[in-house]
């Protein structure tokens, strides 16, 4: 295991879910309302109607979001099915992925960005590129949603490549093992 190996060091990258859900809030937020504003500024209007199918598309999305996360650290950081867990966090009302195995650095960004891009960015593009305000909120809500995973990569902008990163078991975030030559 990492933790034993003399030639890394390690470096905690969390929050707690309670203040996960408030920053993330922020790192999610300005991003979002810049995709409704262009849809806004482009097509000089944004009318919608919220539908029960609507709304269930968005539950569904919730656990899309959680599933994109997993099959990111499974393709970039070629670890076992065994090692991904799904799950809730009842007393703040969080779904979270969950990783037990060591991934290098940029198989963990990888995997943590990937539903902003899949869910968020790219619906919300497609919205105010066809004119579907309906994909533009959606969009926006998922990048909006991905506010925590945003805090994360801003919690590892320092790191480098070389680094591993074991996802924190109670937190939201990360333990960073750093080789000891960066130190």
Partial sequence: M???????????????????????????????????IGYAVI?????IVVTWKLLLVVVIGIVVHEALHTIGWL???????????IGFHVKTFTPFAHVSQPL????YRFGTLLPCIVLGIVPAII?????????TIFGALFTLAAGGDLL???????????????DHPDRVGCEVWLPASNS
């Fill in 75 to 85: 393709l970039a950081g070629r670890i076992p099915l065994r090692a991904l867990r």
């Fill in 2 to 36: 990492i933790s034993s190996n003399p030639s890394y060091r390690r470096s905690e990258r969390s929050v707690s879910f309670a203040k996960a859900n408030l920053t993330g809030l922020i790192f999610g937020l300005l991003p979002a309302l810049l995709l409704v």
């Fill in 152 to 166: 994360i990569l801003w919690l590892l902008r320092r790191d480098p490549a070389t680094a591993l990163v074991v």
């Fill in 104 to 107: 290098p650095i940029n198989a």
């Fill in 43 to 47: 097509h000089h209007d944004l009318t």
């Fill in 127 to 135: 919205g105010i590129m066809t004119r579907w305000p309906e994909a």
